[in-house]
Every structure is written in structure tokens, then in C-alpha cells.
């Protein structure tokens, strides 16, 4: 081989090289959790088919639960299925027909491919994922399924193989990143204040006289400590709300837990089953409407917690389909939230009852096991 086809072959393997081992590393700082396991070299994906490391990292994301695309897109639970095993199909061999395309995904254009667009924009309804942060147009993960794509959509072909067929020798938006170096600010020089010519005794005397006497109050003393002043608060505030916010808080949004959020499906934009549970949608989607896909005239049954749909749900019984919250860690079926859910049903299902009220109405102690 001539020496310099020998150079460049050996300068084309370094960069490919330099690629596998960084994929979307941008160092340690400011990464995504994606990033950050592969900067640390534990990806794993290097020869492997690059549709492989788009599953993983974006519809499985295991690193960001609220951003798992499979945790709605599962099989039976809408037009998509993103589970591990069923995406390649699904995007490239079945058309959407919410939106009319013969596939969601065209190889060898990224930009028209509904799969990118509903990533990247609202130009295709809503943006994916729903919850969890959307993701940059120019980040690695869409830099990933847009080159998988342009290079023609294959469910074999490796990232390296990729890059090669475009002629791209490493993802520029991948390199490392550059950290700002902070802004120097120039200190202005102090000035020295101007010393004020003593006063004489004449001086002294009437500033003295002109000054007007301050009188100390003696502090109100507050016989309670602050621990038992925080334990009043939480009284008063757990008497105040109502039993219904607290469950929509705990379940519905649930801002502790993203993966465990029913409003990330049932949106109002979503409206994943015709139901929203997302704010002010979800106590009228709960007790007025119906459920047409298990012929029931509402999701609770008042005063029979045990035979309510929504109960029912979440604690995964037999015969109403899968269990909720889909893709996340079951509620269990004597945790604080399924105790709320149950007492809120079984106390009438008000809308304003409070838990204080529930439990009196019930004639029960306080014994929901919740904080």
C-alpha cells in the first residue's frame, strides 16, 4: 500500500477510535446522565448497531425515567411501541396513523422523519418526550438518530459504519466541552473618605439634645419551641387541604417521583385512554366521565373504593389491562397513596373534603402510613 493512503487509513482509524470511546462524552461537567455514563466508558456500545445504543439511551433511558419514551409507548398502550425488541419495527415499518405517515421514520432524511420532529419541536403535536425535559435539537442523542437515519435507517449498522458512509469522522456536537472562563471584573479603586474636623464640646452637646431617646421594647416571649411551632404548622396546613390535592400531589403529579406521574401520559395534551388526570381535568375525569374502554360509567365508584376503577388500576387486578403507574414501580396496596385514594372514595368522594374530615366521617384513626 502506498504511504499515503497508509496515513490516511491510520488518521481515519484514530478518529473513529477517538469516537467509540467518547460517543457523546463531554467531559464530567455539565452532561447529560447519557454523557456522563459514557464519558466514564461504561456505554458498552462501541461495534455495537447504533440503532442499539438509540434505544437504550433514549427510548429505554434507564439514566432518566421521565424521559423513557417506552414507558407510554408500550404494546396495547397507544399507536406506538418503543419497548426494547419492537422500536426498530415500529418506526421504520409501521405507519402512524395519528399522523398519516406510511412510517415514522425516512431513511436517509432526518429532517421529514416524524420520529425527529416529534423530538425536536411542536411541529408534529406534542414534543417527546412529555415530561422529564425536552431534548436540544443539537444534542448527542439527536445527533444519534439523525445520522442513524441519514445513513439509511439500518437496525445492523454500526455507529463507525455510519460516520464512514456520511464521510463524517467524528460528531462535532460531542467533543468536549469548553468550560467559560469566568468574567474579570476590574475592582474600582476605594476612595478615601474625606475626615470630618473633630467637634467641640458646644457641638457635642447639641447634637446630644437633638437626639431623640430610644425606647426598647421587651420582647413578646413565645412559650413554644420552635420544633413544636413546625409541628403546629403541619397540623394546620394537613387540616387545611383537601384530601383530593393531596392525592392528585402524591399520584396525579407526583413531583418526587417522575416516572411514577399519571399527568405525564394523561395530559391534556396527551390524553392517553380519553383520560386526563393533569390539574383542575382530574377530579371531573375521575367521578363525571366515563371509562368507554372498560364500559364503566366512572373511574370510582363512590363509597366502594375496593370496586373503583382507578384503585383497581393501580394496584394491578385482574381483568382492566395493565397495571398503572405503566413503566414505573407499582404503588403498594398498603402505601400512603393507595390509603388516601381509598379513604377519599369511601368518605363520599368530595371534592373539598379534607382528611382530617374523611377520617371523623369514617370514624377512623389516622393510620394511612403517610408523612
Not at 467524528?170 to 474600582?188: G, H, R, S, T, W
Amino acid at each position: 500500500m502506498p504511504k499515503s493512503n497508509l496515513s490516511f487509513v491510520l488518521i481515519l482509524s484514530i478518529g473513529l477510535l477517538s469516537l467509540a470511546s467518547v460517543g457523546c462524552n463531554s467531559g464530567t461537567q455539565d452532561l447529560t446522565p447519557y454523557e456522563s455514563r459514557l464519558a466514564q466508558n461504561q456505554s458498552g456500545f462501541t461495534g455495537a448497531p447504533m440503532f442499539k445504543e438509540i434505544e437504550q439511551t433514549v427510548f429505554l433511558n434507564p439514566q432518566v425515567p421521565a424521559r423513557k419514551c417506552a414507558a407510554c409507548h408500550v404494546e396495547g398502550g397507544n399507536d406506538l411501541n418503543l419497548t426494547e425488541g419492537s422500536a426498530f419495527n415500529e418506526l421504520t415499518n409501521e405507519p402512524s396513523q395519528n399522523y398519516g405517515r406510511d412510517s415514522r421514520v425516512i431513511p436517509g432524511d432526518a429532517e421529514n422523519s416524524l420520529l425527529v420532529q416529534k423530538l425536536t419541536s411542536t411541529s408534529a403535536g406534542s414534543q417527546m418526550p412529555l415530561v422529564g425535559g425536552a431534548y436540544e435539537s443539537d444534542s448527542c442523542e439527536i445527533r444519534l438518530i439523525k445520522i442513524w437515519i441519514n445513513a439509511g435507517a439500518s437496525e445492523t449498522m454500526t455507529k463507525e459504519e455510519a460516520l464512514e458512509k456520511l464521510g463524517l469522522e467524528i460528531d462535532p456536537n460531542c467533543d468536549a466541552v469548553k468550560e467559560e472562563e469566568p468574567e474579570v471584573v476590574a475592582e474600582k479603586p476605594v476612595e478615601k473618605e474625606e475626615e470630618e474636623e473633630p467637634k467641640t464640646k458646644t457641638e457635642e452637646k447639641e447634637v446630644k439634645e437633638k437626639t431623640p431617646e430610644v425606647v426598647v421594647e421587651e420582647p413578646i416571649v413565645d412559650e413554644k419551641n420552635d420544633s413544636e411551632k413546625k409541628e403546629d404548622s403541619k397540623v394546620k396546613e394537613k387540616n387545611d387541604i383537601t384530601l383530593f390535592s393531596e392525592i392528585s400531589d402524591k399520584i396525579f403529579m407526583n413531583p418526587s417521583d417522575a416516572s411514577r406521574r399519571c399527568a405525564s401520559c394523561h395530559s391534556e395534551s396527551g390524553r392517553l385512554g380519553n383520560l386526563v388526570l393533569e390539574g383542575d381535568f382530574a377530579f371531573n375525569a375521575l367521578t363525571s366521565e366515563p371509562s368507554a374502554g372498560y364500559n364503566r360509567p366512572a373511574r370510582i365508584m363512590v363509597n366502594d373504593s375496593e370496586n373503583s376503577l382507578i384503585v383497581e388500576k393501580l394496584l394491578g387486578k385482574p381483568g382492566v389491562g395493565l397495571q398503572m403507574p405503566m413503566g414505573a414501580t407499582p404503588y403498594a396496596a398498603n402505601s400512603c397513596e393507595i390509603n388516601l385514594l381509598r379513604l377519599w372514595i369511601d368518605a363520599g368522594a368530595e371534592k373539598n373534603i379534607t382528611r382530617a374530615k374523611a377520617l371523623e366521617k369514617l370514624n377512623r384513626t389516622d393510620d394511612l402510613g403517610c408523612n
